[in-house]
């Protein structure tokens, strides 16, 4: 199974806003409302940000939010801060009870 | 709080198996309800989801890697152990243990280990 489909890099400038997006299909993300999503600093563990498609792990920044339309869920981080500078990861529960990631979004903070 | 320590060789020779523990510590394995995972991150690519071992013992496995993988609970160490045969260089990658709430699926895994490296070679 191939993974879910993210952007390679996405980019903005401090104070503005940016959407990460993940495209899967059917079988995953649009199947189901169970996407996920991390941030890993390099060298570091990835961190939970957003469950169940829009829920903010405690503790996340309300700047995270994440939505979903058909096969393709987004995270959006308004606000940009140059501490988000990290890559950016989706999951979703499959129809085959697994879980699939995306490819990973590296975001940069100009 | 709960942490996870992940802990393994850094290299190992195709074919042979590699086995990687993941300590738990601040909470006892055998909690009711949680699941605890192996997820990889490959060289230049993305997050791979390995499999998972429940608080019951039962494990479920990424199609892809089930027919050469082994994930189980000890309880008596408090810690669960990942085993892969036959391991080629595709294999070589960032290893982590993490922990997920019940349904496995639905809260995210909200506690990682650091992560320990291997590479097949």
């Known amino acids: 199974q191939s993974a879910l489909t993210q952007p390679a890099s996405v980019s903005g400038s401090p104070g503005q806003s940016v959407t990460i997006s993940c495209t899967g299909s059917s079988s995953d993300v649009g199947g189901y409302n169970y996407v996920s999503w991390y941030q890993q600093h390099p060298g570091k563990a990835p961190k939970l940000l957003i469950y169940?498609?829009?829920t903010r792990h405690s503790g996340v920044s309300n700047r995270f939010s994440g939505s979903k339309s058909g096969n393709a869920a987004s995270l959006t981080i308004s606000g940009l801060q140059a501490e988000d500078e990290a890559d950016y990861f989706c999951e979703s529960y499959t129809r085959d009870s697994s879980l699939i990631f995306g490819g990973g979004t590296k975001l940069t903070v100009l | 709080q709960v942490q996870l320590q992940e802990s393994g060789p850094g290299l190992v020779k195709p074919p042979q198996t590699l086995s990687l523990i993941c300590s738990v510590s601040g909470d006892s394995i055998s909690s009711v309800g949680y699941y605890w995972n192996w997820i990889r991150r490959l060289p230049g690519k993305g997050l791979e989801w390995v499999g998972y071992?429940?608080?019951?013992?039962?494990?479920y496995y990424n199609p892809s890697l089930k027919s050469r993988l082994s994930i189980t609970l000890d309880t008596s160490k408090n810690h669960f152990s990942l085993r892969l045969t036959s391991v080629t260089a595709a294999d070589t990658a960032v290893y982590y243990c993490?922990?997920?709430?019940?349904?496995?699926?639905?809260?995210?895994?909200?506690?990682w280990g650091q992560g320990t490296a291997v590479t097949v070679s």
């Open positions: 169940e498609v829009s």
């Open positions: 993490a922990r997920a709430r019940p349904p496995f699926y639905y809260f995210g895994m909200d506690v």
């Open positions: 071992v429940a608080y019951t013992g039962s494990p």
